[in-house]
Every structure is written in C-alpha cells, then in structure tokens.
C-alpha cells in the first residue's frame, strides 16, 4: 500500500510551527543565546522557515487545483499570506501586524483547498490521488 502524505495538514503544521516560533519562542526561550542559540530574530532560519512553507504550501496548492477543485481562491490566499511574511521580513518593526494576518491566511487556504480537494467530484477518477 502507498503511503500518501497529506500536503495540506504539513502546510498548517509548517504554518503553526511559524506561528509559534514567531509569537511564543521569545517569551520562552529568552535564555537561548546565553548558550549560544540564536533562533530569535535569526534572520536565515527566518527565510527558511518562509521557503519551507512556501514550498509545502504551493505544492498542496497546486496538486489540489490541478487534481481536484480548480479553484483559485485557497491559492490566492496563500499568495497574499506568504507575501505578509515576506513583508514581515522587510519591515521587521512591524513584524506582528504582519504575521498574525499572514498565518490566518495560509492556514485558511489549506483547510480550504483541503475541504475542496474532499468535496469535489470525482468525474475524473482516473487522475485523482483518492
């Protein structure tokens, strides 16, 4: 039996992950650089954590309107939430009112293009990972 991965659920861990990091880890983990762990506002594991959720997202995203809906709402949404994080990382002063909106919405479209992806019809089994 093939194992799948659901695409859609890493996205929203990938997502949360970002969240929790961005949002929770200074509170905690202030102590971190004491033993020369720098996590927070560490620019390149920043833009890593951008790419792997972009790279998770856009290709749930897509194989979601390719195989399935064609839809185009959960792919806009993810667009314009990825380009909050990218603008957090531009305007980094004002990082929080950029991020809570940006994981609101890629997290969105991935329960959107999953429940699409689940509702859709399957005329066209043949090409469908069901």
């Known amino acids: ?8 659920a890493l996205g929203i ?3 949360l992950a970002c969240a929790i990091h961005c949002a929770i880890l200074p ?4 102590s971190l650089p ?4 720098n996590i927070i506002d560490n620019f390149s594991f920043e833009v890593i954590m951008i790419f792997l959720a972009f790279c998770i997202g856009a290709y749930s995203l897509y194989h979601g ?3 399935h809906h064609h839809r ?25 009112y950029f ?3 940006a994981v609101l919405l890629i ?8 429940r699409s992806c689940r509702v859709h019809n399957h005329a066209h089994e043949d090409d469908c990972d069901h």
């Open 99 to 101: 991020l809570v909106p």
């Open 72 to 96: 185009t709402q959960p792919i806009i949404m993810f667009t314009v939430g990825i380009l909050l994080l990218l603008a957090k990382q531009i305007w980094h002063q004002y990082q929080f």
């Open 107 to 114: 997290i969105t479209a991935h329960i959107t293009n999953y």
């Open 65 to 67: 309107w390719k195989k």
């Open 1 to 8: 039996m093939k194992q799948k991965i659901n695409w859609d």
């Open 27 to 30: 509170l905690v983990l202030t």
């Open 34 to 37: 004491i033993f020369g762990i």
């Open 13 to 15: 861990t990938a997502s």
